[in-house]
């Protein structure tokens, strides 16, 4: 006799049946969660599989086979879109040839595949939680449509025979949902290799263990040995380097912390000589003989480094006077008190950054110059990538991973960037300059992307229905018409900004695009700095792999309280993977515009430029500033001269 079946307690039977309507909505979620992203230089479409294994299908290439990190059985198909299929109807070395304008896009790739993949994790999961929603919402509206079309005697009848059923009913629609979804998601994949050898060419690699099919498997044994001889050296070289900031700027504390200290002794004893009282026979409490005896030998009279009376003009002139002196100096024109300077260990510092192209070898680096420089704002000053195009968002996601915890990368995109590069910046938490004054850390930032678009192989374009002039035009109208005035402004070219300085509206200019580092220097009534490459990027050259020339990132020092910037100091990186930490040296102060027209008559060049206009602060050839002024962007890059800006 079977003994009657125990109806569990409502609560039970109304959680077991939200489970049995849950799972199979997240296995589908999951189980059909696609991603259209990049994978090194092309475009891919992502899906989840369930067969513990990543494959990566380039068509009439073959794949690539690796074991999936992911748990639960999970895996992921990744089909390469951009493969013709005419390349089946070449040998190995053709194929290899057409695939060869792609190496850069592979090689920083290799050099760093978490960033793409932790972008394709959380666009996966993305899609798999907004599917999961879907599904839930349409399991939701049938069930109460059952609901109300059963009817209340109905709707009896049935609790009494499923309620004591809960369990297995629950059990079983679980169990069904789990093989069904397993089994849909594999149907299309190829059957398990784990009995292929790996391909020895990735050893050492993220990708070690891959095992490959098809005519790749030719092409990547033929000459996949010196794509990963060069991702290993690309790997040590940048290593190397990043070891060798680390020792520069070691030697840098030393040395600051030796010429503070002395400088603290020298101070000390000018306070301790002030106090003395004077020996018999010297003059007496009037001092008179004491200041005639301080004014012969410069030193003691003047304890703070200040410079003699009358020469403070000067100190203005050349920019090279000391910047304690300097900040908040009393106006010459009325007995107002000034603001106290903020103390050193509470000014706002800046690490400057420039035409990065893609160079994600130097992610580690810029990593280190902001943590080192105590970085809380990053000035991108634009050319993040080469193309501006959705397969670049891993070279976006490695730079951004450079910033440290806390601290705001501000970007002015440039003229290699695009729309679509300052959306994949906003992301990530980057603020974008886009015409508009914003305050970060008590600065205020002017700045936008570049008027025009260039693109490799096609020239450039405008990039929006105004022309660089009228551009230049509308940031110094904004600038001038700022409420609380602004202390940056940072774009991309430099032009971009000229009309702003000329009218003292803006006390300094940031840029890069010449990939020649000006500066710091007066134009017209504001300081112009242009940034060299920090990817090192040289005419006729990739970025791809060690340094061609010099990378170069910039620190600036700014007091929040007086709104001027203090000082500046130059890191740079060598080819030979040496690395140079500078002296920071006090920022000039911009000359009036009443000193200007009584010294510098006759000198000014026609276009208001002045001699020294577009020099390289290096020593290198002039640069052009206006209508010949080039991106000097790497040619893999930039082969023909239609990449020039008209």
């Known amino acids: ?97 057409a695939l060869t304008q792609d190496l850069q896009g592979y090689l920083q790739f290799f050099g760093g595949p978490q960033d793409t993949i932790e972008q394709v994790t959380r666009s996966l999961v993305a899609d798999a939680a907004r599917r999961t929603g879907l599904a839930v919402l349409v399991v939701a509206a049938a069930g109460t449509g059952l609901y109300f079309l059963l009817g209340g005697s109905r709707r009896r009848e049935l609790g009494d025979v499923l309620a004591p059923r809960t369990w297995e009913i629950t059990a079983g629609v ?13 149907a299309e994949e190829p059957a398990a290799t784990d009995s292929r050898p790996a391909s020895a060419v990735f050893a050492g690699t993220p990708l070690e263990g891959a095992r490959i099919t098809g005519r790749l498997a030719g092409v990547v044994d033929t000459y996949g040995g010196m794509l990963m001889n060069a991702y290993k050296d690309n790997e040590a070289f940048y290593a190397r380097a990043n070891t060798a900031l680390g020792v520069a700027w070691d030697e840098r504390d030393v040395l600051e912390e030796a010429a503070t200290a002395q ?83 509470e000014l706002v510092s800046m690490l400057v950054v420039s035409d990065l192209h893609c160079n994600i070898g130097m992610t580690p680096l810029i990593r280190t110059a902001a943590e080192r420089s105590g970085a809380s704002i990053v000035l991108n000053a634009g050319d993040t990538t080469m193309n501006g195009t959705s397969v ?50 008590g ?113 600036l020092r700014f007091d929040p309280v007086l709104h001027e910037f203090v000082d500046w100091q130059l890191v740079q990186v060598f080819p030979d993977g040496s690395a140079q930490v500078s002296a920071r040296e006090t920022f000039p102060v911009p000359v009036p515009e009443e000193v200007l027209d009584e010294g510098a008559e006759g000198t000014e060049e026609p276009d208001g430029t002045g001699a020294g206009e577009g020099t390289d602060s290096t020593g290198g050839a002039d640069v052009p500033d206006d209508a010949g002024m080039t991106d000097g962007a790497p040619a893999a890059t930039i082969a023909d001269d239609s990449a020039k800006e008209e």
């Open 443 to 555: 600065v205020r930032i002017l700045g936008d992307r570049d008027a025009l678009e260039t693109r490799i192989g096609s020239g450039s374009k405008a990039a929006r229905p105004e022309t660089p002039a009228e551009q230049a035009e509308r940031l110094a109208q904004t600038a001038c018409d700022a409420k609380d005035g602004i202390d940056l402004l940072l774009v991309h070219s430099p032009r971009a900004g000229n009309e702003a300085l000329e009218t003292g509206c803006v006390p300094l200019q940031v840029s890069g695009h010449t990939h020649r580092r000006s500066g710091p220097e007066q134009f017209g009534l504001g300081i112009r700095y242009v940034n060299a490459s920090t990817a090192g990027a040289e005419s006729g050259e990739p970025t791809v792999g060690p340094l061609k020339g010099v990378a170069e990132m910039t620190v």
């Open 263 to 345: 400088r603290e002794a020298e101070e000390q004893a000018a306070r301790d000589a002030a106090t003395e009282p004077p020996a018999d026979g010297e003059p007496g409490a009037d001092g008179e003989a004491t200041g005639e005896a301080a004014g012969a030998d410069g030193e003691a009279a003047d304890p703070a480094g200040a410079a003699p009376s009358g020469s403070e003009g000067d100190q203005a002139t050349d920019g090279t006077g000391d910047a304690g002196a300097r900040r908040g100096a009393t106006p010459t024109g009325g007995p107002t008190e000034s603001p106290t300077p903020t103390p050193e260990d």
């Open 1 to 97: 006799m079977n003994r009657p079946r125990r109806t569990p307690p409502r609560w039970v039977r109304y959680t077991l049946s939200a489970l049995a309507l849950l799972v199979p909505c997240v296995v589908f979620g999951v189980t059909t969660a696609t991603a259209n992203l990049s994978l090194g230089p092309h475009e891919a479409r992502y899906e989840v599989s369930t067969d513990s294994l990543v494959v990566v299908d380039l068509g009439p290439l073959g794949t690539l086979e690796i074991d999936s990190p992911l748990p639960a059985g999970l895996g992921a198909r990744i089909t390469v879109e951009e493969i013709p299929a005419d390349l089946t109807a070449f040998d190995q070395a053709t194929t290899i040839a």
């Open 392 to 441: 670049e968002q891993f070279c976006v996601n490695s730079f951004t991973s450079a910033v440290p915890d806390g601290a705001t990368m501000v970007v002015a995109d440039g003229n290699h960037d695009s729309v679509e590069t300052s959306a994949q910046e906003r992301k990530r938490g980057v603020k974008i300059l886009d015409g508009d004054v914003i305050e970060v850390d």
């Open 174 to 186: 679980v169990v069904v949902t789990l093989v069904f979804g397993a089994l849909s998601a594999s």
